[in-house]
């Protein structure tokens, strides 16, 4: 069961990847030279994008598997493939309209939100009972 949760990290992954690609075609798209940062609102929702999906990556990733640790890597894998999925509709959403990111970025958090919160659960039950 390991390999799904990991497979889980190589997508999340992969979404980063891509969204970070995603910032440079847009930065040559509209001609927006580093270290610039604003511009063309396009350009300003990939680099949002990009930036939102890293400060959510960090806690995603050790919560993602401490869950799978100290919980069940069944559920780890079906809320981390939830936060993927969330992420990508976050980027769809937001690549389009910044009012269009909400239900990725809603279900991406509390799929991340779940994963922390049963890692705090799980490891003060192994704790208490003596592990």
Do not use: C, D, H
């Not at 990733?61 to 993927?84: E, H, K, Q, R």
């Not at 509709?89 to 779940?114: P, T």
């Amino acid at each position: 069961m390991m390999s799904w949760v990991m497979l889980v990290t190589v997508l999340a992954l992969i979404v980063f990847s891509v969204v970070t690609i995603n910032v440079g075609r847009a930065r040559v798209k509209s001609g927006i030279q580093a270290p610039q940062m604003s511009g063309e609102p396009a350009f300003e929702r990939a680099l949002r994008v990009q930036q939102n999906t890293l400060e959510q990556l960090v806690p995603f990733l050790p919560a993602l598997w401490i869950f799978a640790t100290v919980v069940s890597y069944t559920f780890a894998t079906v809320l981390g493939m939830t936060w993927v999925v969330g992420r990508i509709l976050y980027a769809w959403g937001y690549y389009q309209a910044a009012e269009k990111r909400g239900l990725g970025f809603g279900i991406s958090f509390m799929s991340s939100a779940v994963l922390t919160l049963g890692s705090l659960v799980g490891v003060l039950l192994q704790i208490a009972k003596g592990g």
